[in-house]
């Protein structure tokens, strides 16, 4: 749930600039490209600290290295969130950021079928996470001038 208020919290804190004067932040796409590099950022972020163990308890058993998983897709988060705020990149990386949502799907269900905690959290339950994947696969694709 983190990921998600963190989204939403820093599009408000970002058309809030906008509307105080800060002329990039003055529409709304460039404020939601801004949050979900945020949100994709804080996300990735736990695929290194207290929270990795989690992550890799996630990660569905047909899986081979579940370890190097959560490292590769901590890292495309980070790429992905650098990429939406580059013009050229946006749409490429947006695209590239809901395939990578989608198959990182089975691990937010096998977390939530299974009950898994993140950082001693309970995981959403799974319909839950799923209206959470939607949210954040429209906000990523709303936020690509190419893609809307």
Not at 30 to 47: F, R, T
Not at 127 to 144: C, D, K
Request: with cysteine.
């Amino acid at each position: 749930m983190i990921p998600f208020y963190a989204l939403i919290v820093s599009f408000i804190v970002l058309r809030c600039l906008g509307w105080a004067g800060w002329e990039y932040f003055d529409s709304w796409q460039p404020a939601l490209q801004a949050a979900s590099g945020i949100m994709l950022l804080l996300a990735a972020s736990a695929h290194w600290g207290s929270k990795r163990g989690d992550l890799v308890r996630m990660v569905p058993s047909w899986v081979p290295q579940p370890e190097w998983v959560v490292t590769v897709t901590g890292l495309l988060e980070i790429a992905g969130a650098i990429g939406l705020v580059i013009p050229a990149l946006s749409t490429l990386a947006a695209v590239c950021l809901v395939v990578l949502l989608v198959a990182m799907f089975p691990a937010n269900m096998k977390a939530a079928n299974e009950r898994l905690t993140i950082g001693g959290r309970p995981v959403p339950t799974l319909p839950v996470r799923t209206v959470l994947q939607l949210v954040f696969i429209a906000a990523i694709l709303l936020s690509a001038p190419g893609i809307v």
